[in-house]
């Protein structure tokens, strides 16, 4: 499963934990001087100071508004800066020396300890050097005793809040797949319920080419996706079929008027879009590619993991279809087989035994149905094998039958995707069944040609013909559907010689046999 992603260059916003902490912090340490002050006399007389406290621990919030934890750490070291000039240099105001407390705290709130011990330095030796430089330095060693105690509660909380905050982040750091998880989730949910999820990877390729095309102005195009395969898988292509993207590694392409954009699923790399635009390509191009890129790729990325989603749940329900028709209607299918044996066993009479072996007959028809029924049901593709899965297809198709079987397999290039070759499969299944039940063929031709990108599976009989859709019989529109779903046209029409070709041929120009061909005969029996 591809992993489901985040788009590239989707900043993360920050968070405002840290801010409202030390903005409560600062807001209490004042409201606590202000409470203070009003039972004292000198309450007048410390306002401008209170004011000036004020200022700097307004401006130094709102520094801090909205920006990351760790960044800034000039600011508390600044604060405590001001605030030790401010109160060293003023009247001794005790009730105001609490604030030198604050400055260290908020370090290791947001900072860690070494902004912390930082803070509590330069709030100690500003103190001591503005007191130094004072006129009035009678009162140096007073003021020093005073703000010290101060000091080392700032640098002792400082650090306890330090410790915390780390236990927190790493708690955090801890819970971030799971938070990160919940937030796609939670983003699909939204995008699902307004309806702009699309579940089909290749229409949303084709979107996003159209929306590069407008905005770039480039003349051709192709997006790929990479998996696990050493070449990437072409998703959707406008008259860019021989386009493939840069290494990776690679800051520019060789062609200046290519450009290659790498669509980021979160931490790996989803796919590519290549564009080529003749009057080459200017930073703002690129931006604007860039951009719409990023509008695209969780969405593309989404698509791409329902496909995944969808291709194991088909399959499950398949096999347990299958499981059901084995259990439950084959078996009651052939019990009354052996009722119409004991009839026929046990009626004398000619017209009854006539009837018994006509029903026993329609009865073991019937069986042999659900069995190829049940075979289609259960057959897959394994190990990005289309042309093996054909080739056991046949066989037991064409076990026990008089069809003489022509299969011309000619595959070279990257293996399909996992859903083309499955929907492939499918058609073919359903046309070859469609030969063995109605055509009365006695040849049977099944060709498959592929590079890796275009495709080109062929089904011919020289049967009956009119191969026409029937009220109530769904199988040429399911194998239109199919078609659509991987970007193919079908066509069905009378073959030259008598009965009828089934042609699905992907919407590139066509193939030209390549060099893995492999033919091989089911002698007519």
């Not at 908020?106 to 900072?111: D, E, K, L, Q």
């Not at 809040?161 to 971030?176: N, P």
């Amino acid at each position: 499963m591809r992993s489901r992603a985040h788009a590239e260059g989707g900043a993360k916003a920050p968070s405002l934990t840290p801010w409202r902490v030390t903005t409560a912090a600062r807001a209490f340490a004042l409201a606590l001087v202000v409470g203070t002050l009003l039972g004292e006399e000198s309450a007048t007389e410390s306002a401008p100071l209170l004011a000036a406290l004020v200022v700097i621990a307004a401006v130094s919030s709102a520094l801090e508004w909205n920006a990351p934890a760790h960044s800034r750490p000039w600011i508390p070291v600044g604060e405590a800066f001001l605030v030790a000039v401010l109160l060293a240099s003023g009247p001794l105001q005790p009730s105001l020396l609490l604030y030198v407390a604050i400055p260290p705290i908020v370090a290791g709130v947001r900072h860690g300890w070494v902004t912390t011990v930082n803070a509590g330095f330069v709030t100690g030796v500003t103190t001591i050097c503005t007191l130094t430089v004072m006129p009035d330095s009678g009162a140096t060693r007073e003021r020093i005793l005073e703000a010290a105690p101060w000091i080392v509660t700032g640098i002792g909380v400082g650090l306890l809040a330090s410790w915390q905050s780390r236990s927190m982040r790493d708690l955090e750091t801890r819970q971030a797949p799971f938070a990160a998880a919940n937030q796609l989730v939670s983003q699909l949910h939204g995008m699902a319920s307004r309806g702009t999820v699309g579940l089909d990877s290749a229409q949303l390729a084709a979107e996003l080419e159209t929306a590069l095309r407008t905005e770039t102005g480039a003349t051709r195009s192709a997006v790929f996706i990479h998996g696990p395969s050493p070449q990437p898988e072409l998703l959707s292509s406008h008259a860019g079929d021989d386009l493939m993207p840069t290494a990776p590694g690679s800051h520019a392409s060789p062609d200046p008027a290519v450009l290659t954009v790498w669509l980021h699923g979160g931490a790996h790399r989803l796919g590519s879009a290549v564009l080529v635009r003749d009057a080459g390509w200017t930073d703002e191009l690129r931006a604007r590619a860039r951009t719409v890129a990023d509008e695209f790729v969780l969405r593309l990325d989404t698509a791409l993991l329902f496909d995944d989603v969808r291709l194991m749940a088909t399959a499950e329900e398949r096999n347990r279809i299958a499981r059901e028709m084995h259990d439950g209607v084959a078996q009651e299918v052939v019990a009354l087989g052996y009722i119409v044996d004991e009839i026929e066993s046990a009626s004398d009479q000619p017209e009854t035994r006539e009837l018994a072996a006509t029903l026993r007959a329609e009865i073991s028809r019937v069986v042999t149905e659900l069995r190829f029924s049940i075979f289609d049901l259960r057959h897959q593709v394994t190990d990005h094998r289309l042309s093996g899965a054909l080739a056991e297809y046949v066989r037991e198709v064409s076990h026990g039958t008089d069809l003489r079987v022509h299969l011309l397999l000619d595959e070279s290039g990257p293996v399909l995707s996992s859903r083309m070759e499955s929907e492939l499969l499918r058609v073919a299944q359903e046309g070859i069944n469609n030969v063995r039940r109605h055509a009365r063929a006695r040849n049977l031709w099944v060709t498959l040609v592929s590079d890796g990108s275009c495709v080109r599976l062929e089904i011919e009989d020289d049967g009956i013909g009119n191969a026409l859709p029937k009220d109530r019989h769904w199988g040429l529109q399911t194998m239109r559907e199919r078609a659509d779903a991987i970007g193919a046209d079908l066509d069905i029409s009378p073959r030259d010689d008598g009965g009828t070709v089934v042609r699905l041929q992907t919407r590139q120009p066509t193939l030209t046999e390549g060099k893995r061909s492999h033919e091989h005969h089911s002698p007519a029996r």
